[in-house]
Nanobody, 124 residues
Framework: QVQLVESGGGAVQARGSLKLSCEVH????????MGWFRQVPGKEREGVAA???????VYADSVKGRFTIAKDRAKKTLYLQMSSLKAEDTAMYYC??????????????????WGQGTQVTVSS
């Protein structure tokens, strides 16, 4: 059984930075995808960034060049470094883990386990 615990959200001004963390409790296959998603009320959950096990990272076009996803296997922690934040980045951010690799790592239905979320609010 996998439990994901996010932290690091908060309020920040536009052009600022935040770093989200996701602690992994339990076992996630080292080759499986892990990702960050975000959601605002009334909208579908959106894929932001993902690590495809052994085969690299994927980003949504809206965050390319501003966000960086990374995984520390020793600490069993997934990170999302967010820079040059914009008001439209305001959302609840969720960490997710799949039980396998996937060709569509930014699609929320590919993931089995989810954290409770951490709120990010960017003021302009």
């Amino acid at each position: 059984q996998v439990q994901l615990v996010e932290s690091g959200g908060g309020a920040v001004q536009a052009r600022g930075s935040l770093k989200l963390s996701c602690e992994v409790h339990g076992n996630v296959d080292s080759g499986a995808c892990m990702g960050w998603f975000r959601q605002v009320p009334g909208k579908e959950r959106e894929g932001v960034a993902a690590i495809r096990g052994f085969s690299g990272t994927v980003y949504a076009d809206s965050v390319k060049g501003r966000f960086t996803i990374a995984k520390d296997r020793a600490k069993k922690t997934l990170y999302l470094q967010m820079s040059s934040l914009k008001a439209e980045d305001t959302a609840m951010y969720y960490c997710a883990a799949a039980d396998r690799q996937t060709f569509t790592p930014l699609v929320w239905s590919q993931y089995n386990d989810w954290g409770q979320g951490t709120q990010v609010t960017v003021s302009s």
